[in-house]
Antibody, heavy 121, light 110 residues
Framework: QVHLVQSPPEMRGPGASVKLSCKTS????????VTWVRQAPGQGLEWMGW????????NYAQKFQGKVTMTTDPSTTTAFLDLRGLTSDDTAVYFC??????????????WGQGTLVIVSS | QSALTQAASVSGSPGQSITISCTGT?????????VSWYQQHPGKAPKLLIY???NRPSGISNRFSGSKSGSTASLTISGLLAEDEADYYC??????????FGGGTELTVL
């Protein structure tokens, strides 16, 4: 059974950085990409980017270029999301999810439980 | 990339059918058959209902169906159940090799 388990909630001050993890199990990690989506309190879903299956190449939404780094560690079947220069606008729940097939097809079949990041002074 | 346009809310009575629309442009919905729909209950992760406009993943009820005309995609839920009360999001691949979500539609089952 496919599982994506995300790291616990985080609190940071403005300007800080945070690294979130997404531990996967139940499937062959390198055969599937991972995408990251965030949701600010009371708001909708916002796509941040994806990281490719075979080569780990990332593709970020323009808004997040220079702000985030998405990586994977096949040895631990874990995906990571690095966020820097945090502001209060980055307060949100961050979800990781598994991509089935080519990323452009948008088939995301399994999700992590989400990690709440709070940015506050 | 602007978010796809969805109505903020829709409602229906049990047993009825409702349709949620999602409007984009020729650079996203209108240009590709890579539209997905997600259901999200409060405090939960989204759940994939439809991918590639019309396809249902295994385990998803056939009460959920998707379609597309031009730059507008639609999700129809037939035989409404109380458990269908949730937020619904569309998403599409775009010409910039990215994804974009709709703003979400809150479904109330009366």
């Amino acid at each position: 059974q496919v599982h994506l388990v995300q790291s616990p909630p985080e609190m940071r001050g403005p300007g800080a950085s945070v690294k979130l993890s997404c531990k996967t199990s139940g499937y062959t990690f390198i055969n599937y990409g991972v995408t990251w989506v965030r949701q600010a309190p009371g708001q909708g879903l916002e796509w941040m980017g994806w990281v490719g299956a075979h080569n780990g190449d990332p593709n970020y939404a323009q808004k997040f270029q220079g702000k985030v780094t998405m990586t994977t560690d096949p040895s631990t079947t874990t995906a990571f999301l690095d966020l820097r220069g945090l502001t209060s606008d980055d307060t949100a729940v961050y979800f990781c999810a598994r991509i089935v097939g080519p990323p452009n097809r948008g088939r995301v079949d399994s999700w992590g439980q989400g990690t709440l990041v709070i940015v506050s002074s | 990339q602007s978010a796809l346009t969805q109505a903020a809310s829709v409602s229906g009575s049990p047993g009825q059918s409702i349709t949620i629309s999602c409007t984009g442009t020729s650079s996203d919905i209108g240009g590709y058959d890579f539209v997905s729909w997600y259901q999200q209950h409060p405090g939960k992760a989204p759940k994939l209902l439809i991918y590639e406009v019309t396809n249902r993943p295994s385990g998803i009820s056939n009460r959920f169906s998707g379609s597309k005309s031009g730059s507008t995609a639609s999700l129809t839920i037939s035989g409404l159940l109380a458990e269908d009360e949730a937020d619904y999001y569309c998403s599409s691949y775009t010409s910039r090799n990215t994804w974009v979500f709709g703003g979400g539609t809150e479904l109330t089952v009366l």
